[in-house]
């Protein structure tokens, strides 16, 4: 077990303790009585380790040619034994164990600098806002003058330059950026690749573009007072319209050319996997509701269009849809809507904390509060009981598609 999981052991080992004791200190796992630990609940104790992260996800190229192009295969470096292998090794002395287990302090520090953390990502924010500017990418003067007059009065240069510095390599750890090959028009750093591949990718833009135009076909097959038929290959943004407007009522869906087969489709023999797949084919027909309504009587779809987007977060973060001189990419803030509200209805009930961990490293926690409060205002945001979680109302897939069908331009003329 050690020697074909010990990356996964070592990893774990590296996690657990810090994520125990912040998971202790919150009271998310019981106490423990250390008279009596046999009584101590282990199965939730389990349950709750068995669901660390270890690793990161990384997702590879379906061809290796293109895996040999972006990444570059090494050895993993050698890891230091750990003071618990030495511990219950056989030959290990006992003054040895003793000094193995005392070398690595299994403590946290009772309170965090919260000052050095805003400061910390605020300057993370304002890097990616660099590199998401179309003119250059350079962590320069701009920068530095910016954090100095929003940070600490006290912070001279060298340390400025330590916390960018800082800042520059945890985004480059997580690849959220990466540096450019020759300095191309002056650019030192620009967004990762993958970064932007995962972060299309998760927004499921197509859907919601599929979707608005679904709906604009049924209103118009439905103004002439026919019904549809759902195509045999319907796409899946078609289908989730389809769900969310049966789910609320607004439309009814009835079966045609159902077929009737009660001795089988063919009797005497019922071997269905050799049946052609026509024999279960039949019609869905749509047909509107009472409670149907067309897309221009629905006034959120409208507002959407004319509300301002976020600017900037509550102690002056630059979201990624702005880049460092508060320009407006009207694109990725459309990208980026798409990306949250389709977590928050696919997901379950999520808070900011939960959905920019689930979406790390595209999304931080106060972009993503930024773009509730911005769904919220149009009335497509429900809360759970409680108010401890958010999940989407109706109509959000439609008001979505529609920005997407816009490519943003409403929201770039707001």
Known sequence: MGKERKSFIDAFNARFPAAFLEAYEQGKLPPMDYDNLGSYDWKTLINWAAKLKTHQQVELPPRREVLEDRYSLQEPPEIEARWRDEWFGP????????????????????SDNEDDDIIMKLAISWIKALCNSKSRCTVGEDVRDGLAKLGRANMDKKSLNTLLERAVSSLMHDRVISRVKGKFMGQVFKLNNNFERRAEKLANMEKFAEASRFKSELDLCFRSGETMLVPLDANAGTIMA???MQAQGRIVLQHENFP???????????????????????????????????????????????????????????????????NLEAERWVQYVCLVVFALATKGPLNAKSAATLLHPMVEVFEVNLIVQWIQSLGILEFTAGRHGWTVGEWWWLIIGNMVDLKGKGAAAA
Request: a negative charge; hydrophobic letters at 35%.
């Open 91 to 110: 030959i290990t002395s006992a003054y040895a164990r003793i000094d193995g287990s005392g070398g690595e302090p299994l403590t946290v520090p009772l």
């Open 242 to 244: 389809i769900i969310n």
């Open 260 to 326: 009737d087969v009660p001795f089988g489709f063919e009797p005497s023999n019922y071997e269905g996997r050799m049946f052609p797949k026509s024999y279960y084919s039949f019609d869905v027909k749509l047909t509107p509701s009472d409670k149907y309504f067309y897309s221009e009587d629905i006034p959120m779809a409208i507002e959407a269009n004319h509300l301002p987007v976020p600017e900037k977060g509550p102690v002056g973060e630059l979201p990624i849809w702005r880049d460092f001189f508060g």
